[in-house]
């Protein structure tokens, strides 16, 4: 056998070369990757707890009952954005219940600048938390250099509040404006068939009108007036201000400011907003002596409330069995099908409450709403599946959040009991079909469409075609149908006359006050109060009871991203623009979301789009 030439031998070693180096290669990106995965699990865990030290309240983000999806985009791209960044409201609750009862927390201190947003409702639910770490005697101080107003309702319910000598706190009252695109949309030859019942359902309005109808402006004021009205006199109590020093200040600001010479933090100092006026080295100087403790680098001793809360939660290896409610959380737009955490999806929170609902020992089930509706479809699934979880002896209590309006009230019509925020907004009780087509654009570019169908509906609901008049016939009727089921439905589910439920429907948006005086909820409180009710309905005891908080189960990549996302933080809506930028397109960025979201087979839809609660 002859041996192979000399120019056959250098490319066998170079192959045999290149081959050793893959493999070598592969097997170090994989080792790399162990350790990454070591690192990002294993290491950088939060320190051993001081002796002495306080809560750090650091709340960087929005307040949220449940985390969204992270994307891999998301989770590994940029500089970590408040803008982004979600905090979960029961995190903030324990953490703080848990520090009441810490011998080694000697004080709660709040630093807000980066709080995006976290609405009243969430805001007065972390206030009783509050009270009950202040019932200790331990000082509960905030500290910051600009207090926005969902910044200053929070410091507030603080002991002491000290703010910048440069700082402000310009407060400004509540407000809700929306964007209409009628004009845009005919700009766009985009022609939008919107159908509703309900006088006063107002998703119609920002495609149908310019401007916001006199009607809805009078009854969007009501309930924003209700919920300021909560804001000032939760503010003025707290801060001891004579009744209307919130308005006055607000509505004499100019007047303030000059009297004052332009120096706002001492406006808000001699208006009783703040207590002191301290630069940061002089409040970490008086926080150390606060707080009775200063770490190595200087600065008051202290610890992150999220770390604090996941060092003493206790870790679940094993299904639980005894008695106890479970809480499931359906927060954000509602859709049909399966939807990711921060949306709510027909079948996957059907599936969810089901779960929950069979595991051994769960006794009630409290539902967490926060959302403006959506899909009908979607909503129909949610009720009935609540309608068989109580049909097999589970009760079922609601805890209405910030919002739970239209499809948000449909699937809670039914409860047993129906618990909401002082602060909550609700009702929105009616229906509406919404259907675009785009035939006026694509003519404009030449594009014409034609063809033949075997009926006189085959083909009638391309979006490159007119709307068929009986598809419209259609729409309609389905808008109608619906809307008297939903009727019916409230009526049965909460015991009310026709006539009743008449009075308080029509899309109106109710405050939380307003809505019990109609009989569309039954009491008003926290989350943690509905969950006592349920207790007590399920036979538990109410004061003395185990919680499950149980939430979609997530697959290895989407516990990885979310690792990779707390770790890194998250970038912004839209990657490499700036914040004002971002501002700037963010109408846009909401009607192409809105749009998106119109997801329902049937296009039937009960969502409230004004109700964005302050």
Known sequence: MSRPSPIRRLFSALWRGLTWFRLALSNLLFLAFLVFIYVLYFSGGPPPQPEKAALLLNLGGTLVDEKSEVSPLQALAGEPSPAEREIVLRDVLDAIQEAARDPAITALVMELDFLVSAGISKSLEIAAAIDTFKATGKPVIAVGDYFTQDQYLLASQADEVILHPMGAVPLEGFASYRNHFRQALDKALVTMHVFYAGEHKSMAEPFLRDDMSEGEKAITLAWLEDLWRE??????????????????????????????????????????????????????????????????????????????????????????????????????????????????????????????????????????????????????????????????????????????????????????????????????????????????????????????????????????????????????SGVDFTYREFLQLVASGRGLSEEAVQAAAGGRVWSAADAQVLGLIDELGSLREAIAAAAELGGLDPQRHPVEYVQQPLSPRDMLLRQLASRVGVSGLLPGLDAGMQQLLQPVATAARTLTELNDPAHLYMRCVGCAAP
């Open 231 to 476: 804001y000032v006199t939760v503010v003025e109590s707290r801060r001891n201000l004579p009744p209307g020093s919130l308005d006055s200040y607000i509505n004499r600001y100019a007047e303030h400011l000059t009297a004052a010479g332009g120096n706002s933090a001492r406006v808000a100092q001699e208006q009783g907003l703040v207590d002191t006026l301290l630069s940061r080295a002089d409040a970490n100087d008086y926080l150390i002596e606060r707080v009775g403790a200063e770490d190595d680098e200087g600065f008051y001793e202290a610890v992150f409330f999220e770390s604090y809360i996941n060092s003493k939660r206790p870790v679940a290896f094993t299904q639980r069995t005894e008695d106890r409610v479970a809480v499931v959380t359906a927060e954000g737009n509602m859709m049909s099908g399966e939807q990711p955490p921060g949306t709510i999806g027909g079948d996957s929170l059907s599936r969810l409450l089901r779960q929950a609902a069979e595991q051994p020992g769960v006794k009630a089930l409290v539902l967490r709403v926060n959302t403006g509706g959506g899909s009908v479809l979607a909503a129909e699934r949610i009720r009935q599946t609540i309608a068989r979880i109580r049909e097999a002896g589970t009760p079922v209590v609601i805890s209405m959040g910030a919002i739970a309006a239209s499809g948000g009230y449909y699937i809670a019509a039914e409860a047993d009991e129906i618990w909401a925020t002082p602060t909550t907004i609700t009702g929105s009780i009616g229906v509406f079909a919404a259907f675009p087509t785009f035939e006026r654009l694509l003519e404009r570019i030449g594009v014409t469409t034609d063809g033949v169908g075997t009926t006189e509906l085959a083909g009638s609901l391309r979006l490159d075609r007119p709307l068929n008049p009986q598809v419209a016939e259609t729409l309609a």
